[in-house]
């Protein structure tokens, strides 16, 4: 899969999470309309049935204030009676618009003649109608028979002045004039200046999101869910470009490897072959130590390969042994020494640890050491200078291998323990391996209870060091 599809996927795949997150925004926003328009609707509800029971009240009132006779009453019922009669059969006859206008004014004309009879031309005194005791029993009950359970304030307000003649708690008096919902109170009263109710809902917003808590809470968690699968995916398809890249890299450099020796000791047994080679004892011998030079390259080649293999295998164990680290460096300098001789560098060592001894498996311990030297002898281009230190820290020692080479960046840094990872070198392919060794060094050290760090400046060298406990079971912290 190459870059340019990699990154379309990302696009495409960027573009959808965006459009999928919208469009849920959308239905979570249409969601709060939605429920928005149903709360307003309960509290026109609630509050319309507040202003009938008042002016029910308020009739009630009007008929024991009055001393009306039985007859009077007996004839304003029937009255009422032959208005609704009149009215029912207008609506059979209902037929189009107009006729439906002349009905509401012909209802509109029957009720102002009916509260006509039972007021008699008296003044509408609100003071002694409305009994603030009872508005507030009654918006109470009405408003939670609906479902609202949230404060409210209400207030009503004279339209001659524009002023408060009754306020719940004072408290609110701007948001009830302002944002408030609006209401006629006694509309149907002939005055010249009518009154109104107004109520206010403070926590309206946090009632709304409340109710729909669950809604909204169910469409975050998708979004979050859709948005981590993004980035796993993203992080897959990323890591799998680059694990092909490098299993590639790794097989070329393998194939390389092999093919050199395998090459050099086809050559050599050809040349044994021949006679005339046979009987030079001087020129068969360094034949043959050629071959034998081949022949441990291969079967170096091969130990890392096994070496990698190994530690992933579930029945890998440690043969821990009290070990001399002092010596154990020796043996590998010993071994390596003169590969960096070669180069016309050197190895410097520092052995300032008083207590060299721990409890680890000597050989897995010495592949570390070999691997640690052995790379800061590739990565050193003109005569090395490798210095080893080791120290006593905590309860166990630090062992360092620095070099004066190339250097790691910053960000290659985090990748260099990474299995099959190699520095990247540009078109220069002039150092081997294959990314396993220092892979293999971490998962060693951890293996032993330590730790590894490192710390490099391009073009400046790198520091690598390796904190093993004595015991080789307890993890500590390392300081670079």
Known sequence: MNKNLINLIIVVVSLVLLSL?????????N???IERANFENKVNTAVNEVIDQL???KNYKTFKQHPYSQQQIDFML????SINQEIYSNIIDLEGFEDINKMIRKTTLAQEAIFEMIDQNQIFDIDKHLDPGILDSLLHKKIIDQGINTMFEYGVISSSNMKMVINKSEKYSNELEKEGFVFSLYPYEFVEHPYFLTIYFPYETRYLFKQMASIIFISLILIVIIVMLFIYVIKVIVWQKRLSEMKSDFINNMTHEIKTPISTISLACEALSDNEIKKNKLLSDNYLKVINDENSRLGGIAEKILQAAAIENDNFKLKREKADMHE??????NNIALQVEVK???ITCEYKATKPFINCDKMHIASVITNLVDNANKYSPRKPEILIETENYIDGIKICVSDNGVGISNENQRKVFDKLYRVPTGNIHDVK???????????IVELHGGKITVDSELKKGS??????PASGKVKQKIKN
Do not use: M, N
């Open 55 to 57: 002016e029910k009240l």
């Open 344 to 346: 016309d560098g050197k």
């Open 463 to 468: 520091k690598f060091c390796i904190f093993l």
């Open 433 to 443: 391996g294959f990314g396993l060794g220092l892979s293999y060094v971490k998962t």
């Open 21 to 29: 997150t919208a469009v849920q925004l959308y239905w979570v926003k």
């Open 328 to 333: 154990l460096i020796d043996r590998v300098i």
């Open 31 to 33: 969601a709060i309309s």
């Open 78 to 81: 029937r009255s009422i009676d």
